[in-house]
């Protein structure tokens, strides 16, 4: 059983920058691919950044350019820097890690952005 913490979250400017960390537990070893998602209030949880365990990326369209996904292999971590903030990334923010063929969620991390 793979367990993901979020940290990081919170409250910024319009233009500022956060970086979210999730840490993964229960792996035994083996490599996760990992990833990002986020649900705004009233709509769908959408992708945001996902890294395979070859460690290819792929961004969510809204996001290319401005965020960027990572991996400490060492400590388990994938990170999610986020830069150029803007209101319309507010939304809660929840890790995701799979061991084929399971999928786990992290419990969510609450980013706003104010303008």
């Known amino acids: 059983q793979v367990q993901l913490e979020e940290s990081g979250g919170g409250s910024v400017q319009a233009g500022g920058s956060l970086r979210l960390s999730c840490v993964a537990s229960g792996s035994s070893g083996r490599k996760i691919a990992m990833g990002w998602y986020r649900q705004a209030p009233g709509k769908q949880r959408e992708l945001v950044a996902f890294?395979?365990?070859?460690?290819?990326?792929n961004y969510g369209d809204s996001v290319k350019g401005r965020f960027t996904i990572s991996r400490d292999n060492a400590k388990n971590t994938v990170y999610l820097q986020m830069n150029s903030l803007k209101p319309e990334d507010t939304a809660v923010y929840y890790c995701?890690?799979?061991?084929?063929?399971?999928?786990?969620w992290g419990q969510g991390t609450q980013v706003t952005v104010s303008s």
């Open positions: 995701y890690g799979s061991v084929w063929p399971l999928g786990y």
């Open positions: 890294i395979t365990i070859s460690d290819s990326t």
